[in-house]
Each structure stands twice: as structure tokens, then as C-alpha cells.
């Protein structure tokens, strides 16, 4: 049964999962004025990064200037991610500026169902994430937790191990959700955290209707999918008729990963392109799309290379008097599609294929 939510939280994460995938190189002020200009869209939620270790991420290792530099917005939570304790002390140093706190968030676990992911990305086994578990579980039960998150990472399959069944997501969840309940705590939120592109429309569907009926206290769901093989924003469009109020994106698609074996190509679904879609149909995103289009174009200019969005490059369905010209002359380049918000001297010169309501008559 198809269930539309009437808002989306929708967590743009390009300065992280975005950057990291492009060039070291970028400097700190280009980095500044994207934070700025992502300040700018009406996000409630922004990553300014990563606290990893500049070994393996090298795009982030300017992450302790720009926490000191960034200037934030009124309304706005700025936090990062972090992966251990060193991590969570460097990030926390800035709080409140920086809230890497998980005060009023929900306890979780994460777990992989591909070995071999976990293995690239996190230098750990299935086995001792599955393991972790009780210590997290047991600091949550300490602060009398009632409720809990989990999440099962690349749960439709895998570039390193082939294609995950139904049953394998189902068999991972009921073992990290029946370790919960074990300790009286009960799970009203999954995750679908994928890497590697392997979703589609209908496994999304499947999945999010099995876990409801399964586990009835599940309530919403987060989905952090890469776009990979293009599919992406099909099954989030999926996962918003179930309900789904949770996503995450990139500006122009950004993004990557460098341990799933697609680099830079696995991209995100872009921020853009999804805060139309949930506008067309009516849900609230909190975003201002026409500032959102103007950041991605701010990223280009920082990354140093075209984007892969749409709608930053056709601009929103105009409407009112923003309908385009009838007597408009040829349109062909990108640089020329961008009249919607750089104006008509972009185009002028071209040829135009209007004679007039006039001539019409007279041919």
C-alpha cells in the first residue's frame, strides 16, 4: 500500500561523501565557499567532512582547518563523520560548533552483509562487526534506551561476492534486530547503506515489505544508495511510496568510494535532481532548489569537472514567467541551456527556427 510521506529529511553530503572521492589537491577556500554556498540551499543538516586518517583519505586531511574556519548558519547543525575514538575527540574539540554528539539520536549498529566490504572499507570482518554489537548494545541499555537503529550495509549484493538473496537480508537483519530485542530494546528504524550499486526498484520494495511485515515496529527507514548503474533514484522513488522519509545525497550526483571498485563512477543520486522529484509530488524537503542549483554549479567550479545532475543543467519545469520564449532561437550547448538562470545572452547568435504565428498561416 502506497503511502507517500508529506516531508523528507534529506541529507546532503557532498563535503564528505562527495569530496572524498575527488582530488586532494582542492584548497581549503575553494572548500569554504561550497560549505557556504551549501549553507545557502535550506539544508538543516550539514557534513562539513570526515576526521579519517589522511593515509586513506587524503581529501580530507585539511578537515581540523576547515572545522576551525567555516563560519555557520543560524538553523543549521554542522557535523562530520568519524570511524573511532581519535576521530570522535578531534571532531568533538569544536563542539558546539561541531556536534558529532549522538544526543537525540537513536542507538544503532551497522553490519555488512558483504565480508569482503567490510574486510576493504573498514578493515574488520563480518563476524567482529556482528561481534561489536554487544558493547553497543549494552552502553545503550546503561543510558536506558528504549529504541534502536540498525543498519545492513550493501544488503542486494556485491562486486567481490555476486548478487545477495532475499533471504540473506532477511537472515542479517533478524540476527543484529533479535540481538536488540534480546536486551528489551525494540528496533523502529532501518538502514539500507549501499556502496556498490547493486539496488533496484523491485529488491527495495521487497525489502522494505518483508521488514514491515515482519518487524511491525519498524517505522522509517534512511537509504544511502550510490548510482552506479543509474538506478538509484528509481528506488528511491520506490522507497518513497512505502514511506521512506530518510535519504541521503550529493550535489550533480557527486560521490564514490574507493574500496567498492567503481571509484568516482559510483556517484550519488544528486541532491538537486531527488529535491524536484519530492516537489513534483508534493513532499517537503525544507530545500530552496533554484540555491541548490546555483551550489552545484559552485562545485563544478571547485571540483574542476562537469556533474552528473539533471535538473542543474535543464533547470526546474518553468512555470508562469519563467516559461521560456516561443521566439527563443536554438538551444544546443550546456552553456546554452543554462538560460534559465544566466539569461538569454547565452544563447544569442543561434539561429531561430520561429517565423511567427503569421507565416504558420500562410505556409
Known amino acids: 500500500m502506497s503511502s507517500l510521506p508529506k516531508s523528507v529529511t534529506i541529507t546532503d553530503d557532498t563535503m564528505r561523501e562527495?569530496?572524498?572521492i575527488e582530488s586532494a589537491s582542492i584548497p581549503v577556500e575553494a572548500k569554504l565557499r561550497l560549505l557556504d554556498a551549501l549553507g545557502e540551499t535550506g539544508a538543516k543538516v550539514i557534513s562539513?567532512?570526515?576526521?579519517?586518517?589522511?593515509?586513506?583519505?587524503?581529501?580530507?586531511?585539511?578537515?581540523?582547518?576547515i572545522a576551525?574556519?567555516?563560519?555557520?548558519?543560524?538553523?543549521?547543525?554542522?557535523?562530520?563523520?568519524?570511524?573511532?575514538k581519535t576521530g570522535y575527540d578531534r571532531?568533538?574539540?569544536?563542539?558546539?560548533?561541531?556536534?558529532?554528539r549522538r544526543e537525540g539520536r537513536l542507538p544503532g549498529s551497522n553490519v555488512e552483509l558483504c565480508d569482503s566490504f567490510a574486510r576493504r572499507n573498514y578493515n574488520r570482518t563480518q563476524a567482529q562487526q556482528l561481534a561489536a554489537m554487544d558493547a553497543t548494545i549494552a552502553?545503550?541499555?546503561?543510558?536506558?534506551?528504549?529504541?534502536?537503529?540498525?543498519?545492513?550495509?550493501?544488503?542486494?549484493?556485491?562486486?567481490?561476492?555476486?548478487?545477495?538473496?532475499?533471504?540473506?537480508?532477511?537472515?542479517?537483519?533478524?540476527?543484529?534486530?533479535?540481538?536488540?530485542?534480546?536486551a528489551g530494546i525494540t528496533v523502529k528504524r532501518v538502514g539500507l547503506i549501499e556502496a556498490m550499486g547493486w539496488n533496484l526498484p523491485h529488491l527495495v520494495r521487497e525489502t522494505m515489505l518483508a521488514i514491515r511485515e515482519r518487524w511491525p515496529s519498524v517505522t522509517d527507514f534512511h537509504l544511502h544508495l550510490h548510482n552506479q548503474r543509474g538506478a538509484a533514484i528509481a528506488s528511491y522513488y520506490e522507497a518513497l511510496q512505502l514511506g521512506a522519509r530518510e535519504f541521503d545525497t550529493c550535489l550533480g550526483g557527486m560521490g564514490g568510494c574507493p574500496y567498492c571498485g567503481n571509484g568516482r563512477s559510483a556517484g550519488h543520486v544528486p541532491t538537486e535532481d531527488f529535491v524536484d522529484l519530492c516537489h513534483?509530488?508534493?513532499?517537503?524537503?525544507?530545500?530552496?532548489l533554484d540555491k541548490l542549483i546555483e551550489a552545484v554549479a559552485i562545485a563544478e567550479e571547485v571540483v574542476g569537472h562537469p556533474l552528473w545532475g539533471h535538473v542543474s543543467k535543464?533547470?526546474?519545469?518553468?512555470?508562469?514567467?519563467?516559461?521560456?520564449?516561443?521566439?527563443?532561437?536554438?538551444?544546443?550547448?550546456?552553456?546554452?541551456?543554462?538560460?534559465?538562470?544566466?539569461?538569454?545572452?547565452?544563447?544569442?547568435?543561434?539561429?531561430?527556427?520561429?517565423?511567427?504565428?503569421?507565416?504558420?498561416?500562410?505556409?
Not at 280 to 288: H, L, P, Q, S
Request: hydrophobic share 35%; with cysteine; aromatic share 12%.
Open 139 to 182: 552502553a545503550a541499555q546503561a543510558k536506558g534506551a528504549q529504541f534502536a537503529s540498525v543498519g545492513i550495509g550493501n544488503p542486494f549484493g556485491s562486486n567481490f561476492e555476486g548478487p545477495f538473496s532475499h533471504q540473506q537480508r532477511m537472515d542479517l537483519l533478524a540476527l543484529m534486530i533479535g540481538k536488540w530485542q534480546a
Open 91 to 100: 571532531a568533538d574539540s569544536y563542539y558546539p560548533k561541531l556536534d558529532v
Open 68 to 84: 576551525q574556519r567555516f563560519v555557520p548558519k543560524p538553523g543549521i547543525k554542522y557535523t562530520a563523520a568519524v570511524f573511532n
Open 314 to 363: 535543464s533547470g526546474p519545469r518553468p512555470r508562469g514567467k519563467a516559461l521560456y520564449p516561443i521566439d527563443m532561437p536554438f538551444v544546443e550547448t550546456l552553456e546554452e541551456a543554462a538560460h534559465f538562470r544566466k539569461g538569454p545572452h547565452v544563447y544569442e547568435g543561434q539561429l531561430s527556427p520561429w517565423q511567427g504565428k503569421d507565416a504558420l498561416r500562410r505556409a
Open 18 to 20: 562527495g569530496l572524498q
Open 48 to 65: 562539513i567532512g570526515s576526521f579519517a586518517h589522511p593515509k586513506w583519505t587524503p581529501q580530507m586531511a585539511c578537515i581540523d582547518e
Open 280 to 288: 513534483e509530488m508534493g513532499i517537503e524537503t525544507g530545500y530552496d
